[in-house]
């Protein structure tokens, strides 16, 4: 096999890996729409994301010591985390959380999938976004959108206007901050995934803990078994194992290709629905799950493509 070849089939290995791992991302984090529904009914928001960031952060912290990983000592670098973990964590779980308190969780998912699209608007904002993001892209977000659309239903997005609308901007408002981690993450390419994780984790654990205790006395509370679990779940799976594998993602599919996750998660979220609390299942979710996988190639697999260029010659 010639060298060009076996250059190609290696890429074409790396790239089914990294979109296996944005399916299983998506997965996890698709079904954290369930497991904050069943927390946020007897924890509030606050409390909730606090318990979440932290006890991911202590999960992620010993986890890297294991393997052998030193937290950075630079201030500079720990005020990157701290934008990191407020843009990535703090700030955007407990706008979902208190949004899915006033809006149905189905609504939520559509508001919640638009990453991409900020994403794409802040890239060609800048000259050399207006360069790179090709045709292809913006076909792959426009598929992803309709493919939400279609998987959610037509009854979701009558509700845009007329329920709840500062939850409908919460939510929106979380999506904004999920467009500008993964641009802002890059910076820490540098740094293994889970060092980056466990830094961005301590600094939200840092931002929200005094959140929590000032506006909703956390000891005063009273979470039923449910609640306790859903919080455990979301903090070790959602949060600390989903942050280790979205900081390498951020490294190989970029920005926009790792928010075009927020399509996937949305699909993943009715499919889950539909396993778990007994949705009905119809062919307007089968097409809306073919638009968003469609929507996803489209964004992420021109990436290594392009980017490989001409072999040297």
Known sequence: MSTQASQAMSERNTLSLEIGLLLLLSLIWGSSFTLIKVAVATIPPFTMVAARVTIAAVLLIVIAAAQGHSLPRKRSVWAAFLVQGLLQSALPFTLISWGEMHIASGLAGVLNATPPMFVLVIAMMT??????????????????????????????????????????????????????APIWGQRFSSLPAIVTAAGAMSCAAILMLPMAAIFERPWTLAPT?????????????????????????????????????????????????????????????????????????????????????????
Do not use: N
Not at 135 to 144: C, D, F, Q, W
Not at 249 to 257: D, F, K, M
Not at 281 to 309: D, K, N
């Open 127 to 180: 000259e050399r976004g207006r360069r790179t993001i090709s045709s292809e892209r913006i076909l792959g977000v426009g598929l992803g959108l309709a493919g939400v659309a279609v998987t959610i239903g037509i009854d979701a997005l009558s509700g845009i206007g007329t329920t709840a609308p500062l939850a409908q901007m919460a939510v929106l408002g979380a999506s904004l901050c999920y467009a500008l």
């Open 225 to 313: 078994v449910q609640a306790t679990i859903a919080v455990l779940g979301l903090a070790v799976v959602c949060t600390a194992l989903a942050m280790v594998i979205y900081f390498r993602l951020i490294r190989t599919l970029g920005a926009l290709g790792t928010t075009s996750g927020s399509y996937l998660r949305a699909g993943f979220a009715v499919a889950l629905g539909v396993v778990w609390l007994g949705e009905e299942f119809t062919w307007s979710v089968l097409a809306g799950m073919a638009l968003i996988v469609a929507g996803v190639i489209a964004v992420t697999v021109p990436l290594p493509v392009r980017h490989s260029g001409k072999p040297p010659g």
